[in-house]
């Protein structure tokens, strides 16, 4: 079945710096990638929509500026987190849509990345 | 507006009862409803989904779910519970207008004890 990959899975790092996270899709092509934010007993947020070759499309409350997503190859997308602060704290997990010409519509998941922010 | 809701944080089953995880939804459109299931610190695996065709949707690790569109619900069921089941479940439906968005539910926490 479809395999989508996440790394790092988990991340520290200081106030201030950046964190890349990547994601991709290891047996399939995925013109359109998802990042998701999970809080602590909480469902997950659509953060953004990653579209190959073109610009990411954010949900209304996230900065743009804050979470660079950038999806390069049919791949992979990549999540950066920009001038990182405690309240950034997360789990960040992406997922992959199978099937895009077929409709199947299942969304496949990575298996998250913690991000803690000193 | 679509929408889902799991109004149970938490469901405790005895391992070998019959455990079920309640759904609802409110969508445009016809529903494609999902249910998936999280391992701590782990991603979301996919357990079924319903698309069209029969009501009772058979899925992954003996897992079942009814769609039953009067009531708009699509509950998560399972005849004999296992303490490995004891996860986060997670419902969702698909937006009826944008494809590439999906709606998530806040969530059950299956607790099964020996």
């Known amino acids: 079945g479809a395999v989508v990959s996440q790394h790092p899975s988990r991340v520290i790092c200081k106030s201030g710096t950046s964190v890349k996270i990547e994601c991709r899709s290891l047996d399939f092509q995925a013109t359109t990638m998802f990042w998701y934010r999970q809080f602590p007993k909480q469902s997950l947020m659509l953060m953004a929509t990653s579209n190959e070759g073109s610009k990411a499309t954010y949900e209304q409350g996230v900065e743009k500026d804050k979470f660079l997503i950038n999806h390069a190859s049919l791949t992979l997308s990549t999540l950066t987190v920009t001038s990182a602060h405690p309240e950034d704290s997360s789990f960040y997990i992406c997922?992959?849509?199978?099937?895009?010409?077929?409709?199947?519509?299942?969304?496949?998941f990575g298996a998250g990345s913690r991000l803690t922010v000193l | 507006a679509q929408s889902v809701a799991q109004p149970e944080d938490q469901v405790n089953v005895a391992e070998g009862n019959p455990l079920t995880v309640k759904c609802t939804y409110s969508?445009?459109?016809?529903?494609?409803l999902f249910w998936y299931v999280q391992y701590p610190n782990r991603g979301l695996q996919f357990l079924l989904k319903y698309i069209t065709g029969d009501n009772l949707v058979k899925g992954s690790y003996g897992f079942e779910a009814e769609f039953n569109k009067s009531q708009t619900s699509f509950h998560l069921k399972k005849p004999s519970a296992l303490v490995s089941d004891s996860a986060l479940y997670f419902c969702a439906v698909r937006d009826g207008y944008n494809f590439n968005k999906f709606y998530f539910g806040s969530g059950t926490k299956l607790n099964v004890k020996p």
């Open positions: 997922s992959a849509r199978e099937g895009v010409n077929s409709g199947v519509n299942v969304l496949t």
């Open positions: 969508v445009s459109g016809n529903p494609y």
